[in-house]
């Protein structure tokens, strides 16, 4: 090692004759490289506004609008002049509304990572066949467990029961992640690795309908409900689950913003730069399986969030450094599915459009936009 | 003489193919020194990337020891190879909406902490890569804005961030206009000279590589020399490296040419640019260049005004003001050695 540090060094102190190592006197005054610093304070800030806004909204908003400062009074624990409206902020709105935002920041914070690892513009939990992995695991376990009804959307084993299905989904996103990734190692094409991902899912997908058409009708039917996706069927009970999972799975990512820079170069830059390239991919499967798989269970499988939300927010900090991109995938994660759900909750009235309906409405523009922007077709080549 | 930077002591590399290895060059013993700049030639398809990617670690030989700063890779952590290697290869760099300087950051990978903040060190680390690759102007544009040989120049930066005693670069030149490749290989020279680095690039530009490199490897059909390019021009090297039917290594020039036409004799008479580039007009006509006439030889006088020419043959007189002119006559001219066959 001194050797090595040695060599290093007397290359490092041996300081260029031509000027000294300090920034361009110029740029600095004409506050070209300040500003360039500001914007993404700047983007976070505002999101950061927007989620606390649409988290409000998404309280107020629904059968019965409750005055925003009476919400506000509410979850600060005062009791509210009607009995009612405290039950229906802590027993639907609320809960609801930390599950939408979570579930947008764990669904973009996957795609980003999937993005990165990849290389691939349009790689998502959903394109990757994670989704229908997650998928499979929940069917397994449900069906498996001999359950009748309710089981999909949980609460039928208690606490337990919602466990072993979070698991079993997370495991079913991974064992579908890794020969996709597999593959994908294999074949530089990013198209070709989409197809191959699509259609993983679709076979897996498949299993998962010979398993649940064997069963009632009743499980049928909330099967395809489940398939529509919903924030709305976890209990203020799950979030002990669900929040403590997700906040896990992202923090992974937010803990890697080094590594998931240094992959942007692609694995054998990053790997000569020093990056431990099969640790980091480990964990970041892991990490977006869990969130990929732990959404799928409890919301059914929601898709275009997850390639949708890094491509907005980097086009709104304007830089693929992921020291910046996470936070902002987060946010506008947050953001982008409270808004979503509240979307599906008045364009329908009283009862709830599919959420998926919603999801793709925002998403599959972006997709089409991306790949009609991707210069001269690399996304392709 | 100190301990090379890089050396290699029977380094077999290749592919591991369903359990078998299929090596590509013969085991190799190597040295490269701090200060030296090594170009490794070869056609394509001869090993060069892959010995590259082995050297830089980024793939495993297949037998034998690498030794980084006297040490064995093996011992190595990668953060440690991250600090002493810094790798460019061929492809475009593609990282999406990042500045050129956040690009060159990349490169403090190896030297800043967990969280990736960049302190002062590492500032004035960017800084110098970027001024040693002469492209502190570009800092702030895009990197997707740059130009093939600028964004190349950034990738350098990146690499040099690393504070790496070791450069391997996989044909840097590959994608470069002809000013921008005598440009590179320059620099690549200076960082070796000034900086005291390590320097090993693979390049198809010949011409260039011998012009500039301390050392030439060369790699073809499964062999493997190495030395001044100097030597191995004079062993005949260069010529059962690259040499065919068609193309002739001319030891004298060090160049590649094309062998053209019959070789009817010819001769040059004239001073400086003029008589060169009448020269060139006929060899590229497929006349060959004697230093004595005798009968059936074409004797040309060049001069005395740029362009202008004399030409005979057998008693025939032409004369022309341009080179155009004389490479038309060259075609034209009847050989008649052939037809009395």
New interface residues.
Partial sequence: ?S??????????T???S??S????IA?LRDG??VR?RSRPVVVLSVLAGAVVLAFLLAIVVGSVTIPLGTVVSILLGETPERASWAVIVHDVRLPRAVTAALSGAALGIAGLQMQTLL?NPLADPFALGITSGASLGVAIAVLGAGSAAGALLGGAFGLAGDLAVAAAAILGAFVVLVPVLVLASRVRNAATILIIGLMFGYAVQSVVTILVVGTSFEQLQRWIAWGYGSFGGVTSNQLAIYVPLLVVGIGIAA?T??QL??L??GE?????????VRAMRIATLAGASTLAGVVTAFCGPIVFLGVAIPHLA?GLV????H?VLVPAVILLGAVLALLAQLAALVANGDGLLPLNAVTSLIGAPVVVFVILRSRKG?FVA | MS?P?LSAEKLVVGYRFRRQKRPVLPALDLAVR?GEFVCLLGPNGAGKSTLL?TL???QRPLAGTLR????DAKT????????????V?TER???????AF?VVG??R??H?S???RLGEAD???I??AL??VGA??L??RDIGELSDGERQRINIA?ALA????ILVLDEPTAFLDVGSRVELMGLLRRLAR????AVVASTHDLDLALRSADTVWLTSLGRFEAGAPEDLVHSGEFEAAFGSERIAFRTDERTFRLRTGSGRPAIVRGDGLSAILAGAVLEREGWAMVAEPSAGTLVVTAGPANGEWRAELGGTVAHGSTYAELATLARDLPDHSSSNI
């Fill in positions: 090692m050797v090595l540090s040695g060599a290093a060094g007397e290359a490092a041996d300081p260029p031509r000027s190592a300090a920034p361009p740029a070209r490289l360039r290389r803990a913003t080094k820079n240094a942007l170069l054998a830059y990053a790997k000569s730069m020093g990056l431990n980097r304007g830089t693929s450094d020291r690399a | 301990t930077a701090g990617r830089a670690t980024v980084i700063g006297g040490a190595l952590r990668q953060v440690d190879i991250g600090r002493s290697i810094g790798l290869q760099l593609d990282v999406g909406a990042l500045t956040a990349l490169g990978y190896p800043v967990w969280g990736g500032h004035a680390a800084w110098r001024d040693a502190y102007h800092a702030e990146r690393q504070e790496p005693a000034e900086n005291g680095l």
